[in-house]
């Protein structure tokens, strides 16, 4: 994270990086420059680790919504999510506070954030049969809600002057490039409570990997899992999304990869999962902002660009995603 920090438009000693970082959270040493210090403090130390948090966030929910629907695709991209999070920003880009009243006091990020869950509690109800969730239910409530809501913000797009509809394409590829101090602690310690709750549930979870009827046996109330679960997912995609926009492809790649590489036990998967995809997004956004600079690149570019060539190697390689 450190040398993400000190590579940009400008470039700065991964030394003085280090003594800008101490002096600002020990209060010892000089800072030096103070351009630099604005440049790391101000701009790229939030922005790097606002990447590495949403990295997390947006893995750890995929690798459980794998599990949590017995479906290898899933991700928030396809239980609508992302796209609950996409109608509620692009709303209150496009038609502003006064036209939304309450919502449109949210903010962008406020408004994802409240889409994120409303798409969420719909896919959930959605998703029932007799008072159970299904896992195939909830795929195919999460799909049709996906596209209700996607046609949605389409047409709110075509309300939208030049100006507004750049914001919001830049919006829904996903960016950090505003990321700041006061966004991180909420999402910290959204990522990190969810991160760790849901690596507590690894034996329920590998209970449930292992089919309902297992899952059961084993006493597991496998309709409250999943409901805890969903919650939780849907929590954590929509502080993540609500700061960073519509990123997609870190939540079913790199679960995979994981997987791949170390086995499907959720008690080591989950964390290393988190891991993976903060250092992931971390890289990405360094791409984003270097390779056009001092253009940048939206992140959902590179990460469909990186991601899908990636993924689709692994599925020729490898069979043991058959066992998710």
Do not use: C
């Amino acid at each position: 994270m450190v040398v993400a920090v000190s590579i940009g438009a400008v470039n700065i000693p991964v030394a003085d990086v280090w003594s800008i970082l101490l002096h600002h959270v020990t209060g010892r040493g000089a800072t030096g420059d103070p351009a630099l210090d604005q440049i790391v403090w101000t701009f790229r130390a939030p922005r790097v680790a606002l990447a590495a948090l949403v990295g997390a966030g947006l893995a750890v929910a995929g690798a459980v919504l794998q599990t949590l629907v017995s479906n290898p695709l899933a991700d928030p991209v396809v239980l609508g999510f992302s796209y609950g999070a996409s109608l509620g920003a692009v709303l209150v880009i496009t038609l502003g506070g006064v036209a939304l009243g309450g919502l449109g006091g949210l903010g962008v990020s406020g408004a994802a954030f409240v889409g994120a869950l409303a798409a969420g509690a719909l896919v959930f109800a959605l998703g029932q049969r007799q008072g159970r969730l299904a896992p195939t239910r909830l795929v195919l409530a999460g799909v049709a809600v996906g596209y209700v809501l996607l046609s949605m913000t389409s047409f709110v797009q075509l309300l939208a002057t030049p100006t507004e509809l750049r914001t919001v394409m830049f919006w829904m590829l996903g960016s950090v490039a505003g990321a700041q101090w006061s966004q991180l602690p909420t999402v910290t310690v959204v990522v990190l409570t969810s991160t760790v709750v849901l690596t507590l549930f690894g034996r329920r979870l590998n209970a449930l990997l292992a089919g309902d009827e297992s899952a059961t046996a084993l006493g597991v109330d496998v309709n409250r899992l999943r409901a805890v679960l969903l919650v939780i997912s849907a929590l954590l995609t929509g502080t993540v999304i609500a700061v960073a926009g519509g990123v997609g492809f870190v939540g079913l790649m790199i679960p995979h990869l994981v997987r791949l590489t170390t086995g499907a036990d959720h008690r080591r998967l989950l964390p290393l999962t988190a891991l993976l995809g903060a250092v992931y997004l971390v890289a990405v956004d360094l791409l984003s902002r270097t390779l056009t600079r001092p253009n940048e690149l939206p992140l959902g570019i590179l990460t469909a660009l990186l991601g899908a060539p990636f993924f689709l190697w692994l599925l020729r390689r490898n069979k043991g995603l058959d066992s998710v």
